[in-house]
T-cell receptor, first 114, second 111 residues
Framework: DSGVTQTPKHLITATGQRVTLRCSPR?????VYWYQQSLDQGLQFLIQ???????AKGNILERFSAQQFPDLHSELNLSSLELGDSALYFC?????????????FGPGTRLTVL | DQQVKQNSPSLSVQEGRISILNCDYT??????FLWYKKYPAEGPTFLIS?????DKNEDGRFTVFLNKSAKHLSLHIVPSQPGDSAVYFC??????????FGKGTMLLVSP
């Protein structure tokens, strides 16, 4: 158990819909990272937040957005969903701001868009 | 443009033998490399890392080798155990950047 929790574990929805994925980092970790793992793809970095502020941005679509709240939990919002958005979405957390800090991953949310 | 490549999607090894997982990278600015292990229905977990100033790092049965001139690193598992069966991801970073991951190699260790 990494100490990072993600909800829900599974999500099935239809094209055009909007969903919210939630992540609670390990106690004491200030950084939260979101990754997408599609079929046959590695972990694609989406976005990082540190203590409530956006710190780094990767291959995140404009239809996707994220935020980190004062209690440090984070939410990833995916809108106007397309079939190609079906993937595993992982959240990770680390103590500090550097992307090189050891990251602890949650179990992921499997999103299926029908 | 994939900066971190794991060209073998899968690898099968017998228990007790050596497993060698390979990773190539294209960005010569990468200065830190990590291996993560992932079991089904779980998130990746950190396994071992190596700085670009070293060419080898060992941790028990796991050893990572770095060949900077070839932009290649490898993870050796000796001896391999059935519990090592998992997907292994290679990752790299430059300075204080975020991590860039490869697509992963699925290792199957058979008894």
């Amino acid at each position: 158990d990494s100490g990072v929790t993600q909800t829900p574990k599974h999500l099935i929805t239809a094209t055009g819909q909007r969903v919210t994925l939630r992540c609670s980092p390990r106690s004491g970790d200030l950084s939260v990272y979101w990754y997408q793992q599609s079929l046959d793809q590695g972990l694609q970095f989406l976005i990082q937040y540190y203590n409530g502020e956006e710190r780094a941005k990767g291959n995140i679509l404009e239809r996707f957005s994220a935020q980190q709240f004062p209690d440090l939990h984070s939410e990833l919002n995916l809108s106007s969903l397309e079939l190609g958005d079906s993937a595993l979405y992982f959240c990770a957390s680390s103590v500090a701001t550097s992307g090189s800090d050891e990251q602890f991953f949650g179990p992921g949310t499997r999103l299926t868009v029908l | 443009d994939q900066q971190v490549k794991q060209n073998s999607p899968s690898l099968s090894v017998q228990e007790g033998r050596i497993s060698i997982l390979n990773c190539d990278y294209t960005n010569s600015m990468f200065d830190y490399f990590l291996w993560y292990k992932k079991y089904p229905a779980e998130g990746p977990t950190f396994l071992i890392s190596i700085s670009s100033i070293k060419d080898k790092n060992e941790d028990g049965r796991f050893t990572v080798f770095l060949n900077k001139s070839a932009k290649h690193l490898s993870l050796h598992i000796v001896p391999s155990q059935p519990g090592d069966s998992a997907v292994y991801f290679c990752a790299a970073r430059t300075g204080y950047s975020t991590l860039t991951f490869g697509k992963g190699t699925m290792l199957l260790v058979s008894p």
